[in-house]
């Protein structure tokens, strides 16, 4: 089961090297319970587990795709959507919270770029919507963004003005860079 996390994860960031998060993010495709490897024993099916994640939050900060949604929303898009991939679930933004809290102190140490923009996307997709993630997902335990902000965002939110060059993701994840500029020396 854990190469095929690591097949799917590589599938959904094919064009990742090329556009970034724009062009990336086949996730809606494959159905991986991704969160459930953010622990895993195996350091690369765990790395791509977490690069999943990241990028799905990468595609839904560019507008490229959204991932996660609130159940109101995805049953308003099914009703009116004759798309076959709209009429499957969307993936549940709180599985994929609570394993990001009981994993962000590993997952920073082992992968700080992923870990960079997975805090930076959490805070601009909230200021993006233009209100919290309580009240735009009134399904999930209000508790739960709480101590994303007091355990996560809150003290990382220096990381907002950083953001690293993208070729130390790309190296982080494993993905060969397309462009010369992403090579390191």
Partial sequence: MTNNIIEQAKRGLEGFAI???HT????SKYREDYYKYFGDPDDETRKYAIAAFTCMLGTWETGSLQIFQPIQEWEENKKWSSNPLDQKRFYRLKDYLYALLAHHEQIEKEFPYMYEDIVLFLIKIELNQGISYEKWF???N???FQRLREEILIPNQHLVDKRSHRKFLLKEIGI??????DQIR
């Fill in 19 to 21: 556009g970034g998060y």
């Fill in 24 to 27: 990336s993010g086949n996730f």
């Fill in 138 to 140: 009134p399904e999930h």
């Fill in 142 to 144: 209000p508790n739960l």
């Fill in 176 to 181: 060969e860079p397309f462009f010369e500029s």
